[in-house]
């Protein structure tokens, strides 16, 4: 015979149950991937007049980027100035990382004029590719992000 009681209880772990594995989903999701793409979003977000005059140079630079990756799982980056001169005598990093996974942070090295390249190890799928170029010690002049599809 079905009570008032029996309604109450049945209800209760119903919502109890839902409540758990909710709570189970959420603490995985947090805990696997925070959120944040880029570490110190927030100072990043305070200094962004910086990151708008970088920009600004860099576009009256004219400078281009070309990435990509050999069969022998070589990264190559070819930087040319405005008048499709090779860019010579910078220090070139690149960052790769596949979505959701830390990144890698590659020193590319000048093997030709303008051409810099380093050994790469990744697994196929989407690469994201964040390119910095600077002369020295200096202020990076070039910044490009490039997407990549690893067979």
């Known amino acids: 015979m079905l009570r008032g009681i029996h309604v109450f209880w049945g209800v209760a772990a119903f919502f109890g149950l839902m409540i758990a594995v909710q709570t189970f989903f959420v603490v995985q999701a947090v805990t696997t991937f925070p959120g944040e793409e880029v570490e110190k979003s927030y100072m990043q977000g305070v200094d962004y007049n910086r990151t708008l005059e970088r920009r600004a140079m860099q576009r009256s630079l004219g400078w281009t980027a070309q990435a ?74 070039f910044e490009a992000d490039k997407l990549l599809e690893i067979p």
Do not use: C, F
């Not at 001169?85 to 790769?96: M, N």
């Not at 090295?109 to 600077?134: D, F, M, Q």
């Open 68 to 141: 990509g990756i050999e069969a022998d799982s070589t990264l190559v980056v070819r930087l040319h100035d405005a008048s499709a001169q090779p860019l010579r005598a910078l220090e070139v990093v690149a960052r790769a990382r596949h979505p959701g996974s830390p990144e890698n942070v590659i020193a590319l090295v000048e093997r030709r004029a303008g051409e810099y390249a380093a050994p790469i190890t990744t697994s196929p799928g989407r690469l994201k590719l964040e390119i910095e170029a600077r002369r020295g010690e200096g202020d990076i002049m």
